[in-house]
């Protein structure tokens, strides 16, 4: 069983960067394989799908943190990051990792991020 391990979030006032990292928990499991997720979800709603990178190190993102998250995977350390700057306090929510494959799905823990003064 491979888990996903989350790092990174926290309390940072508006206008503050965090990034958070999704580490793979066994070394035959390569994140550089996969499609990875981020996800998020706020009390009260639904997860919301916040940024994806896919073969060939194709990026998405969601439209309300464009520009300002940037999603990116570290091959060596079987990791994968997204770097969340200008936050504002609608980005507060737990934050998921997510990584897929052929008969694979799998999530990290979760992490909490606020964004408040």
């Known amino acids: 069983q491979v888990q996903l391990v989350q790092s990174g979030g926290g309390l940072v006032q508006p206008g503050g960067s965090l990034r958070l990292s999704c580490a793979a928990s066994?070394?035959?499991?390569?994140?550089?394989?996969?499609?990875m997720y981020w996800y998020r979800q706020a009390p009260g709603k639904e997860r919301e799908l916040v940024a994806t990178i896919i073969s060939g190190d194709k990026t998405n993102y969601a439209d309300s943190v464009k520009g300002r998250f940037t999603i990116s995977r570290d091959n060596a350390k079987n990791t994968v990051y997204l770097q969340m700057n200008s936050l504002k306090p609608e980005d507060t929510a737990v934050y998921y990792c997510?990584?897929?494959?052929?008969?694979?799905?799998?999530w990290g823990q979760g992490t909490q991020v606020t964004v408040s003064s």
């Open positions: 997510n990584a897929r494959g052929t008969f694979i799905n799998y």
């Open positions: 066994r070394r035959t499991f390569s994140i550089n394989n996969m499609d």
